[in-house]
Antibody, heavy 116, light 110 residues
Framework: EVQLVQSGAEVQKPGQSLKISCKGS????????IAWVRQMPGKGLEWMGL????????KYSPSFQGQVTISADKYISTAYLQWSSLKASDTAMYYC?????????WGQGTLVTVSS | QSALTQPASVSASPGQSITISCTGT?????????VSWYQQHPGKVPNLMIY???KRPSGISNRFSGSKSGNTASLTISGLQAEDEADYYC??????????FGGGTKLTVL
């Protein structure tokens, strides 16, 4: 059974760093890219970027370039999304999803709350 | 890279059909057969409903269908049921490993 299991909810203060994870199982991790998708409260889905775990090739949407870092460790089938300095506007639900022609399996989401 | 354009909301009665449009450009929808549609119920994870413009994943009802003409993709839901009430998002490949979502459409079943 294909599964993407994300790390738990986070509450952080502005300026702090954070790294959330997404662990894949039930399929060949390197055979698909992993995308990260943001959903701010009450808003729509936004494509942040993706990573090909086989070679860690990464592509960011322009809005997120320089704002976050996507990485992966293929040996433990895990992808990551990290921030070096959180802002209140980073408060959102973050989903990882497996992709080829479309995002066919999604993680359960990680709620990140940034508040002083 | 701009978001794809969807109507903010659509509504219809049970048993009727609706179509949600998704307008892009010749750089995304118009250039690739990689449009997908996702259904998201409140507080839930998005679910893939259509991929490659017209294909349904296993387990998705044949009441859901997709099409494309030029720079516009469409999702049609026939025989509306109460459980179809949700937000729907289109997504398209835009080249060079970039993808873009639409703004989302809220479907209300009256």
């Amino acid at each position: 059974e294909v599964q993407l299991v994300q790390s738990g909810a986070e509450v952080q203060k502005p300026g702090q760093s954070l790294k959330i994870s997404c662990k894949g199982s039930g399929y060949t991790f390197t055979g698909y890219f992993i995308a990260w998708v943001r959903q701010m409260p009450g808003k729509g889905l936004e494509w942040m970027g993706l990573i090909y775990p086989g070679d860690s090739d990464t592509k960011y949407s322009p809005s997120f370039q320089g704002q976050v870092t996507i990485s992966a460790d293929k040996y433990i089938s895990t992808a990551y999304l990290q921030w070096s300095s959180l802002k209140a506007s980073d408060t959102a639900m973050y989903y990882c999803a497996r992709g080829r022609q479309a995002l066919d399996y999604w993680g359960q989401g990680t709620l990140v709350t940034v508040s002083s | 890279q701009s978001a794809l354009t969807q109507p903010a909301s659509v509504s219809a009665s049970p048993g009727q059909s609706i179509t949600i449009s998704c307008t892009g450009t010749s750089s995304d929808i118009g250039n690739y057969n990689l449009v997908s549609w996702y259904q998201q119920h409140p507080g839930k994870v998005p679910n893939l409903m259509i991929y490659e413009g017209t294909k349904r994943p296993s387990g998705i009802s044949n009441r859901f269908s997709g099409s494309k003409s030029g720079n516009t993709a469409s999702l049609t839901i026939s025989g509306l049921q109460a459980e179809d009430e949700a937000d729907y998002y289109c997504c398209s490949y835009a080249g060079s490993s970039t993808w873009v979502f639409g703004g989302g459409t809220k479907l209300t079943v009256l």
